[in-house]
C-alpha cells in the first residue's frame, strides 16, 4: 500500500473517547463510485484506490500503515428522549489527514460492520442508504451548503437483514471532524470534566482557532454562529434533515447523517417525510427551532467552564444563547430576499417574500422550480412569466404578488441581467430530487448502477441552466411523489 500521510489527532485523546478496533471484513467488496476531486484534494490517489488494495482499505479489509480504526463515543438526545450512551454503532474511523489547503479531515466508514456501540444492532449498511448518503451528500456540497463528503460507496458482497434481506454497503464518509453536540454530552452526563475540558481544546484548536484563547465561551458562540448559517442554508434550498437529533448536530457546523432525509418538492413548512418522524418534530419549518434547543444542550454541557458559580454560568449560557434567532434571522431573511432578487434588502422585502410562500403552499408550487422561474423574469411581463405561472394550480392567486414584486423591482439598481444571474447563482435548477433518488437505489439494488453514476453527474452543476423537461428538473407526477424516507439502520 502506498504511504498515506495520516495525522490522527483524534486518536491521541484518551481511550474513553474511543473504542479501537479492526472493521468486519467485507467478503467480496465492489466499488461503485469513487470521488476523484475529493480523493485528490485529500492527497490521495484516486487510481491507487480503485486497485484491490484501495478497495481493500475503503471496505475495512485492511488498512495501511499510520491508520487509527476506532469508533467514537457519544451520547444524544433522539426525539427528544435522552440517550446516554450511542457511539458509532455501524462506522469506524480509518484517521486523519491534511488537504492540499491544510484543512484536517476525518476518513470513515459507514457500514463497516459492529463496535462496542452497535447495541443490538449489526453495524452494516444496506447498499440503499449507502448509495443515498453519497447522492445527497454531494448535491448539498455542490448546492454550496457545508457538510459531511462521500468520497466512496461500495457494496461489501454479503447480504444484511433489514425488513427483508438486502445487499450491504459501505459508503465513505469525509468530515473535518465528527465531534458532535452528543460527544460533549457522553462526558457531561459521566461528570467527566477533564474529558471535557480535553475536548473543548480540541475542538477550538481543530474548529475555532481564531477562538482558541476565548475557553468554552468561545466555542459555543462559534458554534452557534455556524448552526444559525447552516439551518437557514437548509431552508434556502428546501432541505429537511429528518432526525436532527443531538447526536447528529456537528460542531464543526457541517451537515451529518443523511437517513430519512429528502428535498421539498411542493413548498410546505410542515413537511415530514422520515417515516420515524411521527410527530413532526424535524418538519421543515421546525427546523430553526430544533437547532436552538439542540445548542441548549451544548451549552449545558459547558456551564462548568463559563463560570466558577453555577448561577452564573448559567446567565452567561442564556445571555450566549440569545445570539441565535438573531442569527439565524439575519442569515434566513437575508438569504430568502436576495432568492427573490432583492440585494438592497429592505424593511418590507421580508413579508413580500413570505407572501409568496404562503402562496405557493396553498398552491402547492414546486419550491425550486418556483424560485428557479422567478429568476428568468424581467421587470416587464415577458413570455417567461408563463414558466413561473405553471407552477401555480391557479394562476391568478400569484397574479397580484407579481404585480407588488415588480413594483419593487424598479428601485432595485443592478439591471434585469445582473440581477437574473445572481439569482440563478442561488436558486438551484437541480437538486437531489426525491424520486429519482428512490430511482437510484431501486436500480442500485438490482445491480444496476448507471442511474446512480448519472445522478451524481448531473447534481455536480445545479446552477446551471437547463431545460425545465430535463429529467433531473421534472418535479414528480402524483404517482412518482415519495411519501416516505427512511433511516437505513
Known amino acids: 500500500m502506498p504511504a498515506i500521510a495520516f495525522d490522527n489527532s483524534y486518536a491521541r485523546l484518551p481511550e474513553r473517547f474511543y473504542a479501537r478496533l479492526d472493521a468486519q471484513k467485507s467478503p467480496k467488496p465492489q466499488l461503485i463510485g469513487i470521488n476523484i476531486p475529493l480523493a485528490e484534494s485529500l492527497g490521495l490517489d484516486p487510481d491507487w484506490l480503485q486497485t484491490d488494495e484501495g478497495i481493500a482499505m475503503l471496505s475495512g479489509n485492511r488498512f495501511p500503515e499510520g491508520a487509527a480504526s476506532l469508533a467514537q463515543a457519544y451520547a444524544g438526545h433522539q426525539f427528544g428522549n435522552w440517550v446516554p450512551q450511542l457511539g458509532d454503532g455501524r462506522a469506524l474511523m480509518i484517521g486523519e489527514v491534511v488537504d492540499q489547503n491544510g484543512n484536517r479531515h476525518d476518513i470513515q466508514l459507514k457500514g463497516s460492520g459492529r463496535t462496542p456501540y452497535s447495541r443490538s444492532g449489526d453495524g452494516r449498511a444496506a447498499l440503499g442508504p449507502a448509495l443515498r448518503e453519497y447522492v445527497m451528500s454531494e448535491a448539498m456540497h455542490a448546492l454550496g451548503v457545508p457538510t459531511t463528503r462521500a468520497l466512496a460507496v461500495l457494496s461489501t458482497g454479503e447480504t444484511v437483514l433489514r425488513e427483508a434481506p438486502l445487499p450491504g454497503g459501505i459508503v465513505v464518509r469525509v468530515a473535518t471532524s465528527h465531534i458532535r453536540v452528543g460527544t460533549f454530552q457522553y462526558f457531561y452526563a459521566r461528570e467527566d470534566g477533564e474529558a471535557l475540558q480535553l475536548l473543548i481544546d480540541h475542538a477550538l484548536e481543530r474548529h475555532y482557532s481564531d477562538r482558541a484563547g476565548q475557553g468554552a465561551k468561545g466555542l459555543l458562540e462559534g458554534v452557534i454562529e455556524r448552526q444559525a448559517r447552516l439551518i437557514a442554508h437548509w431552508l434556502h434550498i428546501g432541505f429537511i434533515h429528518g432526525v436532527m437529533n443531538t447526536d447528529n448536530m456537528t460542531i464543526s457546523g457541517e451537515t451529518i447523517d443523511y437517513g430519512p432525509c429528502a428535498f421539498l418538492d411542493e413548498y410546505d413548512p410542515e413537511k415530514v417525510f422520515s417515516s420515524i418522524d411521527q410527530f413532526g418534530r424535524y418538519a421543515y419549518g421546525n427546523q430553526p427551532g430544533i437547532g436552538h434547543w439542540n445548542l441548549g444542550n451544548f451549552a449545558q454541557t459547558l456551564l462548568p467552564f463559563l463560570a466558577d458559580d453555577l448561577d452564573k454560568a448559567v446567565e452567561v449560557a442564556k445571555s450566549t444563547l440569545e445570539d441565535y434567532l438573531p442569527r439565524f434571522t439575519q442569515a434566513y431573511e437575508s438569504g430568502l430576499c436576495a432568492k427573490i432578487g432583492f440585494a438592497d434588502h429592505q424593511k418590507e422585502d421580508v413579508a413580500l417574500a413570505q407572501d409568496l410562500l404562503k402562496t405557493m ?3 402547492r408550487a414546486d419550491f425550486t422550480r418556483t424560485m428557479r422561474a422567478l429568476s428568468s ?25 407579481l404585480l407588488a414584486w415588480r413594483q419593487r423591482l424598479a428601485r432595485e439598481k443592478p439591471d434585469d441581467g445582473a440581477r437574473q444571474s445572481a439569482m440563478k447563482q442561488i436558486n438551484p435548477m437541480i437538486i437531489a430530487r426525491n424520486h429519482r433518488v428512490e430511482r437510484v437505489i431501486e436500480a442500485g439494488y438490482a445491480g444496476d448502477f448507471q442511474p446512480f453514476h448519472e445522478m451524481v453527474s448531473s447534481l455536480q452543476d445545479p446552477y446551471s441552466d437547463r431545460s425545465v423537461d430535463d429529467f433531473f428538473v421534472l418535479a414528480p407526477q402524483l404517482n412518482e411523489r415519495v411519501k416516505a424516507t427512511f433511516c437505513g439502520t
Open 361 to 363: 403552499a396553498s398552491q
Open 377 to 401: 423574469l424581467s421587470r416587464e411581463e415577458t413570455d417567461a412569466d408563463k414558466l413561473f405561472l405553471a407552477e401555480f394550480e391557479q394562476p391568478s392567486a400569484v397574479a397580484m404578488w
